[in-house]
Structure formats: structure tokens, C-alpha cells
């Protein structure tokens, strides 16, 4: 949207309904011709009362335009001229000269994207704008039997109103350019407009905001009409107002998804973006909990699953739930491989945070199918070097490279936490496990919370640390404590060398806190309820040791005892 096409755009907000179809207040007739609707957009003589309906409709009419667009056109800017030339008596290479001379008054056809013959106005890029065409008396263009007008041809009715051009101008950049494109037309009075009937009522509506800045609509489906006639003859504000009011009215999944698959050009318009992200935010909130709504989830269309993969509040276990859930959605959706490696590589894809999977997850995508190999090998190998960095460097990447669409850095709310871990075979199986919590995931904790790491792997055996706020037995205070469980694997015993360590003010070294041995046997777990020795409320003080700009560090190390 051009938002400084006028020297002086306060005149935007003024309230000029008193001047509505006033000749009194009007310099030109805008004629509107009600063109009959194809069969296939005809919805049987019932308005769209609900948003399915409407949706239903739109769709009809899309799938029709695509059909009538299908001429070139080259072609049929060259038939029109020809209809053109012959009702007015030229040869076809004579109208295309003389037919601007010609003309009484313009005749603007919404269906029909702009040529660049000199005939059309001046934004090309719209979808929406009209080609503008001259006739004698506007009926020859009326009578033409062109299918982009109607399928028929026939004009069901004729409306006119008496129009100020600075007022449409100051609204529209589109009205602004033809009354202002220095050609013969822009000093025509009469304007023929040519709509059809399923679009009369949203251009009414349209042309009433232009002069009033209200709407008499309220219900959705009417508004989402308005919505589409403001973008097509670009007036912004009406489609900023027309999106605040939807926004108001109460959300539901049906509404969501049809806001987030209105036609692109919408889509791509700043007046309409405040809809769609409060769209992507209701779905996101609804089925955050993806595992628990999965049925339904895994029935939502592309645009659904990218307004769920977006957020930072997905409450899943760990990013490889994320993974598995996007393969098997894309399965689903796209049985074709080579359709489900694009739509992969080229949408999905980037909502995965492949960083935050763990490195036995991260083996599959290599030789996972549904993935371009090139693409699989790059994410894989950027994962694997962020994984390498220290924390410091991790935040620092995720908060340079952080876009709404591109988020492959930023942790969600997993509920198992990511940790980095370094194992070690010689001279003795042993790893090393980084465990990083914010300030307030630990205050969350309170007063019996509990949280989880991801698993990791030594000698065979899957093991977990667990974070808990505590009530100490001696001192009857609450505390912080850490425990180390190994996985549930049938009755095997396992021995291993265990400490804790964490990061302490002011040297911000590891210091160890708790060693101990223990022979785990499957779903055990072994720690210390006081880790710190101190009470929760100092352990949370704003002056704690244990905080290091606003992050808990904390290390375990494992042996295994031979």
C-alpha cells in the first residue's frame, strides 16, 4: 500500500457522509453495472451466513477467476480492442490508436488485471486494479460478451451514485491515480464500474466508509467481503477497520484458518496483519498442547501447522516430538515424496529448531528420506555447531538470527530441558552433563515442582537429571535439590560414579556440591533434596550465589564403576 500518495493525508479521517450520492457535493456519476455471477459462484440465490458459507463461496469464485484467467493477456487485451474497434467502426489496428480519443467516459471492469498498453491504470502490481477501457456510450462494453465480466455477459441491474474524486482520492490511491494520470479520461464525468452481483454489497459498504469511516455490517462473512473489495480498490483504512472489527469478534479454529488462507495479496497487506497474527496466536494457544489434541491437530491445513510450529510455547516433551509430529503430518497431507520433500524444505522445515534436538534424533534426519539430503546435511551440521558453542553464544545467536518465520535458535518451553553433554570412552566410560535453568523456571518450581532434562546416553543406559524445589527434613525449609534417574529398562543393575557441581559467585568457577555411588536398577533415582544448604528463599534472593545473569548452571558428571 502506498501510504504517502497525498501531500496532505489528514483529510483521510474526516467524516464526509452528509456528501454521500449528494450531486450538491459530487463532480462525477459513477455508474456501477451488476453483472450476473457464473453459475459456478452462484450460491443458489442464499447469502453466506456463516463463515463456512463464506469460505465455501470465496472458494468457488477463486477456482472460477482461475479458469477465466487462463487466456493471455495479450489475447485478450487484443479481443477487447477488436470488440472495441468494431462497434465503433475502426479496424483493430486503427481502435488501438484512436480509442482514447474517442471515449465519453470510463468504464472499469474489477475482474480484469491491468494491462501496459496505455489503457490501465498505473499500478500493475495489483491483482485487483481494473482495466480501464473507452466506448462511446459504455454499452458496447456492457453488451461484450466477455467471460472475465460474467459468464453471460448480462448486466442484471445498473446503480448510479454521484461521487466526489477528492474524497475517493484521498481514500484510495487507486481512485487517486485515475483521477490524477494527466490522460483525457481523468477530466470524464462518468465513471462506469462493472461488479459482480456477489460483490455489490461489499462495494456499497466500501464506498459508504470512503465518505463516513463506518460500516453498517457487523457479521463476519460481510465484513471478510468488505475486507476483500478495500484491498482489491486498495483503501486501507477500510481494511484496517475492517480487520479491528473481526479481531472483536470471538475466535474460533474455522475463523482462524480462514483468516490465515485469504488470497495472498491480503495476506501481504500491513492493514490485515494484526488479524492474521491474532489468528496464529488463537491456534497457537489452542493446540499448544499438541499431543493432546492431535487428532485434530493433524486434520488442520498447512497454514494451521505453521501458525502452531511458530510459537515458543509448544508443550512438548523435547523438539524430536516436534520432528516426529512434522514428518507424520506431511505423510499424511503430501503421500508423495517428492511434493512432501518441498513442502518440507521449503515451509515446514524451518519451524523444526533442529539445535535443540538431541544428537540421536539428529542421526535419523541424515538418512531420513523425506528431507533433501543437501538441505538435511546443512541444518544437521549447524545444529551440531551450535550444540558446540558455550551458552553465552548460543543467546547471542539466538537473538541475531530471530525472525517470526526463522526461529531455529530460540528454546521453546520444552518439557524436558535441552542440556549439553560430552561423553568420554577412555580411559573410563564417563560423561559430562551441562544443565542451564532461568531464574524463573526455578521459581516456578516452587513450592513442589519438579523439572526434567532431556535423556543422555552412557554405557548403553538412558539417564535424566530432575531439578525439584524440596522440603528439607531437618530444617522443615524449602530447598533446591537435583537428582540423577536412570530410564525404565526391565531389572538391569548399573553402578556409577556420580557428582554435582554448579556455577558460584564471585569466581563463577563449578564448584562441586555432592558426590555419592549408586547401583541404579531401572526408574531409580539418587541425589540431594538441599543441594546448596540453604533455605529456597536465599537460594532465590536476588543476591544469590547460584544466579548468574538471571541463569542457574548446573554440571553432573558420571562414571561408570568397574
Known sequence: MD???????????????FAFNDSNFSDRVLRIEIMADSPETRSDGEACHSLADWARHRKRRREDVKKDNELSLKE?????LGVLAGSMGFSHSTAAVDTAGCAEEQILSCNQPDTDDGLGCDNEDEEAVAMIEESPSGDEG????????SMDGSVLRVKTLHISSPILAAKSPFFYKL?????RESEQRHVTLRVNASE???LMELLNFMYSNTLSTTTAPALLDVLMAADKFEVASCMRYCSRLLRNLPMTPESALLYLELPSGVLMAEAVQPLTDAAKQFLAARYKDITK???????????????ILSSDDLQVASEDTVYDFVLKWARVHYPKLEERREILGSRLGRYIRFPYMTCRKLKKVLTCTDFDHELSSKVVLESLFFKAEAPHRQRALAAEDSTPTNKRFIERAYKYRPIKVIEFELPRQQCVVYLDLKREECANLFPCGRVYSQAFHLGGQGFFLSAHCNVDQQTSFHCFGLFLGMQEKGSVSFAVDYEFAARSKPTEEYLSKYKG?????????????NLFAIPWTSFMAEDSLYFINGILHLR???TIKH
Not at 517 to 529: I, L, Q, S
Open 179 to 183: 483521477f490524477s494520470n494527466g490522460m
Open 517 to 529: 555411588n549408586y547401583t541404579f536398577t531401572g526408574g531409580k533415582a539418587v541425589g540431594y533434596r
Open 142 to 149: 456492457a453488451n461484450s460478451n466477455d467471460s472475465n465480466w
Open 76 to 80: 485478450e487485451t487484443g479481443r477487447r
Open 556 to 558: 553432573a558428571e558420571l
Open 293 to 307: 489434541f492431535q487428532d485434530e491437530v493433524m486434520a488442520l491445513p498447512l497454514a494451521g501447522i505453521e501458525a
Open 3 to 17: 501510504s504517502d500518495y497525498m501531500p496532505n493525508s489528514s483529510t483521510r479521517d474526516g467524516d464526509f457522509g
Open 200 to 202: 455489490e454489497a461489499a
